[in-house]
């Protein structure tokens, strides 16, 4: 079955700061790799997605980049601020419906 | 539209013990899940269901833990007996039946078992 790994497990950055998380999977036939993002004590959230006919996504300060033939991905942050502080989660998944998680990062911006 | 709903929100239970958790995902979502979350872990998916009928079951401990979801609404899981290994939150999502694919998770219920 599909193994999702997230690094790093934990980043501290300054406000203003890019923040960069990476996920590898490692079911070739996965085709959509969403993001959550959960703050303390909260539900997860998607945040954006991505599928596997696509190389990047953007969304205002977030950005998505896949690589399927190295079977990673990776979330990017830029211009970070207090509210981004919160544990993101990244997917992947062959289905659409059925979702494998990696372990987290906990995000910690400092202003 | 209202969200997700679980209750209750904390139990706490002496290990032995059964529990038993309720969800009622978004109207009109045929396809429910039920996840397992251990503190410092990423959400694991314990059984999908669609309609009322399992999708994915299989990583459910079938010898502990029940989940039903009848007449495609409202789900229970339920666990008897817990072990203190099922300690984590227990989060309910949901999808809409044509897409997209965001999961619509509900708040969880924080489960110690002592």
């Known amino acids: 079955g599909e193994n999702v790994e997230q690094h790093p497990s934990t980043l501290s950055v300054q406000e203003g700061d890019s923040a960069v998380i990476k996920c590898t999977y490692s079911?070739?036939?996965?085709?959509?790799f969403p993001w959550y993002k959960q703050e303390l004590g909260k539900r997860p959230q998607l945040i954006i997605d991505i599928r596997s006919n696509v190389g990047e996504k953007k969304d205002q300060r977030i950005a998505v980049t896949l690589n399927k033939t190295a079977k990673h991905f990776s979330l990017h942050i830029t211009e970070t601020q207090p509210e981004d502080s919160a544990v993101y989660f990244c997917?992947?998944?062959?289905?659409?419906?059925?979702?494998?998680f990696g372990t987290g990062t906990r995000l910690l911006v400092s202003p | 539209e209202a969200g997700v709903a679980q209750s209750p929100r904390y139990k706490i239970i002496e290990k032995r013990q059964s529990v038993a958790f309720w969800c009622n995902p978004i109207?009109?979502?045929?396809?429910l899940y039920w996840y397992q979350q251990i503190l410092g872990q990423g959400p694991k998916l314990l059984i999908q269901f669609q309609n009322n009928g399992v999708v994915d079951d299989s990583q459910l401990p079938k010898d502990r833990f029940s989940a039903e979801r009848l007449k495609g609404v409202d789900s229970t899981l339920k666990i008897q007996p817990a072990k203190l290994e099922d300690s984590a939150v227990y989060l309910c999502?949901?999808?809409?039946?044509?897409?997209?694919?965001?999961?619509?998770f509900g708040p969880g219920t924080r489960l110690t078992v002592t």
């Open positions: 999502a949901s999808i809409p039946p044509a897409g997209p694919y965001e999961q619509y």
């Open positions: 997917a992947a998944s062959w289905s659409f419906q059925k979702l494998v």
């Open positions: 109207s009109g979502h045929a396809t």
């Open positions: 079911d070739s036939a996965s085709n959509y």
